[in-house]
Nanobody, 115 residues
Framework: QVQLVESGGGLVQAGGSLRLSCAASESGNSIDAMAWYRQAPGKQRELVAAITSGGSTNYADSVKGRFTISRDNANTVYLQMNSLKPEDTAVYYC??????????WGQGTQVTVSS
């Protein structure tokens, strides 16, 4: 079972930046897609950004042009968040899917953007 360890959340003022990291316990080729989701209070969890093992990316419309997802060869995924807005406040969860279709979630990291 793949384990994910997240870091990098915190409190930032609107217009500021944060970088989230998520390290997977497996560094080989068994992980296909990795992604970041977020869940704000009273709302459903939503996809923020995703990246495949081949480097293809996908972003929610609300973060396009502000957030960048990247991934290194050791299966650590990053989310660079710029021009943060109060509506970006949420718990951010890392996601990983293996080539066999098994899904793992991180424990979540809080991002709070003050106005």
């Amino acid at each position: 079972q793949v384990q994910l360890v997240e870091s990098g959340g915190g409190l930032v003022q609107a217009g500021g930046s944060l970088r989230l990291s998520c390290a997977a316990s497996e560094s080989g080729n068994s992980i296909d897609a990795m992604a970041w989701y977020r869940q704000a209070p009273g709302k459903q969890r939503e996809l923020v950004a995703a990246i495949t093992s081949g480097g293809s990316t996908n972003y929610a419309d609300s973060v396009k042009g502000r957030f960048t997802i990247s991934r290194d060869n050791a299966n650590t995924v990053y989310l660079q968040m710029n021009s943060l807005k109060p509506e970006d406040t949420a718990v951010y969860y890392c996601y990983a899917r293996t080539i066999w279709g098994l899904v793992t979630w991180g424990q979540g990291t809080q991002v709070t953007v003050s106005s």
